[in-house]
């Protein structure tokens, strides 16, 4: 099993055909279209959610679209874009109780799975079941920055329970993920979607270390792709092969030299 891990990340692929799709999820539907339009040559832009993040001021969204090219659904979710809706983040995750998980064991902290379920009412998932029917061999690829990462977790952890789609046709890719669950949350994403899972993290990245390791048992799921470096095209990177925490990659920094 990990040597077929190892073989599935190809920094190219990620960086060409699944990080665009995370930093689309920012943009207006126009700004998504546009951008879809300069990565993917035939493709189809099905729809943008938006819902308010508890607060009037704080948006959150997520949208999906089909690559015919690639014989992909892409499902994507937009991250945290200020820093006063981090500050949100992280006091209803200190401060609310967590919730149970999809996988009927492990929990995942109250704010991610709150606005998931938001956006998820809207008709997400019952989307991407629709179109699994009208296209029955294509692959779903996930992803998501920061709080569209927590999102894009939870989104695949549903997808692979209700059994429309085998693990081995998902694609989660995550960019600076913050911790979205409890350690059962954890072993489940790893357990059940074992073939291509990626939370990619770059040094000094604060987000990926919240909530703490040691708070109320939060903690990562594998497997992490580190870059200790800015991430320019041919930059170096390391996959994280000591268990979900790997001492050497993303938490080898100590808290005194993260960024936001």
């Known amino acids: 099993m990990d040597i077929y891990v190892v073989e599935t990340y190809k920094d190219n692929f990620i960086r060409l055909k699944i990080f665009p799709l995370a930093a689309a999820a920012y943009g207006s539907d126009k700004n998504i279209n546009d951008c879809l339009l300069q990565i993917y040559p035939d493709f189809q832009f099905v729809k943008n959610w938006?819902?308010?993040?508890?607060?009037?001021?704080?948006?959150?969204?997520?949208?999906?679209?089909?690559?015919f090219t690639d014989k992909?659904?892409?499902?994507?979710?937009?991250?945290?874009?200020?820093?006063?809706?981090?500050?949100?983040?992280?006091?209803?995750?200190?401060?609310?109780?967590?919730?149970?998980?999809?996988?009927?064991?492990?929990?995942?902290?109250?704010?991610?799975?709150?606005?998931?379920?938001?956006?998820?009412k809207k008709?997400?998932?019952?989307?991407?079941?629709y179109l699994l029917r009208q296209h029955k061999h294509y692959e779903v690829w996930i992803t998501g920055h920061y709080l569209g990462g927590a999102l894009a977790a939870i989104a695949a952890a549903k997808l692979i329970q209700s059994?429309?789609?085998?693990?081995?046709?998902?694609?989660?890719?995550?960019?600076?993920?913050?911790?979205?669950?409890?350690?059962?949350?954890?072993?489940?994403?790893?357990?059940?979607?074992?073939?291509?899972n990626y939370r990619v993290t770059r040094a000094r990245d604060l987000v990926v270390h919240v909530p703490p390791r040691t708070y109320e048992d939060y903690a990562h799921y594998k497997t992490e792709i580190f870059y200790d470096n800015d991430m320019k095209p041919g930059a170096k990177w390391k996959r994280c092969v000591e268990g979900d925490e790997d001492k050497d990659c993303a938490?080898?920094?100590?808290r005194h030299l993260y960024n936001i």
């Open 163 to 196: 059994k429309e789609i085998g693990p081995d046709k998902i694609k989660l890719v995550t960019f600076g993920q913050p911790r979205t669950g409890d350690s059962g949350f954890a072993a489940g994403m790893s357990k059940n979607l074992p073939f291509f």
């Open 50 to 67: 938006v819902v308010t993040c508890q607060r009037k001021d704080h948006f959150c969204s997520a949208f999906i679209a089909v690559s």
């Open 72 to 120: 992909a659904i892409v499902l994507s979710f937009r991250g945290t874009d200020s820093f006063w809706q981090l500050t949100h983040e992280v006091w209803q995750t200190i401060f609310r109780k967590k919730v149970p998980s999809v996988f009927g064991y492990g929990h995942v902290a109250f704010y991610f799975d709150d606005i998931f379920n938001q956006l998820d």
């Open 251 to 254: 938490n080898r920094y100590g």
């Open 123 to 129: 008709g997400v998932t019952e989307e991407i079941h």
